[in-house]
């Protein structure tokens, strides 16, 4: 059985820079939740990314590649076998190659946001 709390620990670390930033609701032994300080039309923050321990898996949510899917163009195979839906990745270990290819879609992501005007 693979230790999640490390793989939370690691997909943790490429968040919380992002969190310090923005705006974290949540951030605790098991989910570190990011919005963004731009108000949506419903009167609501627009969503970064989160990372939530689920029972058998750690996911990382980065909504800037819902938002921009072009962001996704040049991500490896093996990353995009870790996608469930438009904005989400499940992880069960820590892959060093992985963890260091979603930091930097991370801050790609990040970029968007900042070039679109959201943070």
């Known amino acids: 059985m693979a230790d999640l709390g490390n793989v939370f620990a690691d997909l943790r670390a490429i968040m919380a820079p992002y969190a310090a930033s923005l705006d974290s609701k949540k951030d605790d032994d098991t989910e570190l939740y990011v919005d963004t300080r731009y108000i949506q039309k419903n009167k609501k923050?627009?969503?970064f990314g989160a990372v939530q321990?689920?029972?058998?898996?750690v996911s990382y949510h980065l909504m800037p590649?819902?938002?921009?899917?072009e962001l996704l163009a040049d991500v490896s195979p093996?990353?995009?076998a870790r996608m469930q839906g438009k904005s989400c990745f499940n992880f069960t270990v820590s892959d060093t190659a992985l963890l260091k290819e979603l930091a930097?879609?991370?801050k790609a992501g990040?970029?968007?946001y900042k070039e679109q005007g959201f943070v």
């Open 110 to 112: 990040y970029a968007s």
């Open 53 to 57: 321990m689920k029972k058998a898996y």
């Open 78 to 80: 093996a990353l995009k």
């Open 65 to 69: 590649v819902y938002a921009k899917p």
């Open 45 to 47: 923050p627009l969503f």
């Open 104 to 106: 930097a879609l991370t």
